[in-house]
């Protein structure tokens, strides 16, 4: 009996011994982060002498502020009753590819760093350029002077989204982010810094075209490396206006049932204004105004205590964890503004960002509205339930700002592992 058991305990381990052996055999398929040890293309070796040489590969950093939102399906365009009669934004089907996109809406205190920098590293011209329209809280037959002399420059509202700002102005500070960021992860320090660095050019800064300056392409390096440096990342930037509204609508498969459910009238689910579970119950999920000279409620339980803007945390956050993507402030997307007549498909929705990518620029709309005028977005504490979808879009020329417009930044996702 027992040479029996001591015999189907040897059959077992040869049986296991076998398997392991036909597993360690066959070849696993090339990811990034695991390419094989020999190439698919030519079958020769990786990393040896003489040979093409591989570096290790670390997935895209998420960067400070930032939220992975994963790209899919959605249909975009106005989903309610167009009472304004602009047809210019018919509904259609689209897919977004995966991004990145700012948890909140850039508030003051960000703005004050970025003016901290420029006003040490740069011209007083450009810092000049780059200090928010505080006047634009005036107003005609009213007394708005407290938030002229103190939104931007009281602690108080730190945490408070940056208004004020023009489209151009949010360019520039879009392009100083990504360089800040990249010498945070780079493992440099912004004060020792030297005077060469490209962030530090005046013309960096400038509002006159909104871009970086160009400069002349290097040399390639004389390697058959393909390097990866960790501080290697994308810019932050504006988003397309599908991409916002895409992220705005943070429709995932554990909420749509249905394919009529992917279409919500607001960021949250359902179709109320108010919160409609246990403690909050009745309780506003945005920053808007409610009626005619309702920006508040009446004192007590049901008054948010924002006239104005509220803080950038203020409201639960959509199924993405993104705040404040109806309310608060309007929102600047990199768009020139065209309308949409057609449900035209295209590979990527970005394509269309701007008009000098699109076959038709020189119709009426930009003989009326000139080709300076870009979109925004989401709604605001001074606006009406209608504009709180994420459907809605209007226009402003780009060096023009208002109380009621802010912005959030975003950035590409880059290649992943393989599965």
Not at 221 to 232: G, I, P, V
Not at 255 to 266: F, H, L
Not at 327 to 337: A, H, L, R, S
Request: net charge negative; glycine share 6%; hydrophobic share 30%.
């Amino acid at each position: 009996m027992i040479s029996l058991i001591k015999t189907y305990r040897i059959l077992l381990f040869l049986v296991f011994t076998f398997v392991a052996v036909l597993s360690c055999s066959k070849k696993s398929k090339p990811t990034s982060d695991d390419p094989n040890a020999e190439s698919e293309a030519t079958g020769s070796k990786y990393d040896g002498e003489e040979t093409f040489e591989l570096s290790e590969f670390k997935d895209q950093p998420i960067c400070p502020g930032l939220i992975y939102i994963e790209g899919g399906k959605a249909t975009l365009g106005v989903i309610q009753e167009d009472f304004l009669f602009e047809n210019d934004q018919i509904e259609r089907t689209v897919s977004v590819k995966s991004f990145y996109m700012d948890e909140t809406e850039v508030a003051n205190i960000h703005w004050h760093e970025y003016l901290f920098y420029i006003h040490r590293d740069s011209s007083e011209e450009i810092y000049r350029a780059a200090i928010p329209d505080t006047t634009c809280w005036s107003r005609a037959l009213s007394f708005n002077d407290a938030y002229v002399e103190h939104y931007f420059s009281y602690p108080g509202f730190r945490f408070y989204p940056v208004v004020g700002v023009s489209w151009k102005q949010v360019i520039g500070f879009c392009a100083w982010r990504s360089e800040m960021v990249r010498m945070k992860l780079s493992g440099k320090s912004p004060a020792a810094s030297g005077g060469g660095d490209s962030w530090r050019k005046e013309n960096f800064y400038s509002n006159k075209d909104a871009v970086k300056p160009k400069e002349e392409e290097p040399k390639p390096k004389e390697t058959n490396t393909q390097e990866q440096k960790e501080y290697d990342v994308p810019d932050y930037r504006l988003p397309t206006e599908d991409e916002w509204e895409y992220a705005a609508m943070a429709i995932i498969d554990v909420w749509a049932k249905d394919e009529n459910s992917q279409k919500r009238i607001y960021p949250w689910d359902g179709t109320n204004l108010r919160n409609p579970h246990n403690k909050k119950f009745g309780i506003f999920l945005a920053n808007f105004k409610r009626g005619r000279g309702d920006y508040a409620g009446i004192a007590g339980k049901m008054n948010d205590g924002a006239m104005i803007t509220d803080y950038v945390y203020a409201y639960p956050p959509n199924d993405f964890g993104l705040y404040n993507m109806s309310g608060n402030v309007n929102e600047w997307v990199y768009d020139k503004y065209k309308p949409r007549l057609s449900d035209k498909e295209v590979a990527d929705p970005a394509m269309l960002a701007d008009p000098e990518n699109e076959e038709e620029k020189d119709d009426e709309y930009y003989t009326l509205l000139g080709t300076d005028v870009r979109v925004y977005k989401g709604g605001s504490w001074k606006d009406v339930a209608y504009w709180l979808t994420p459907g809605s879009r209007r226009f402003l020329e780009e060096d023009s700002s208002t109380a009621t417009i802010g912005f959030r930044c975003a950035m590409d996702k880059l290649g992943q592992k393989g599965k």
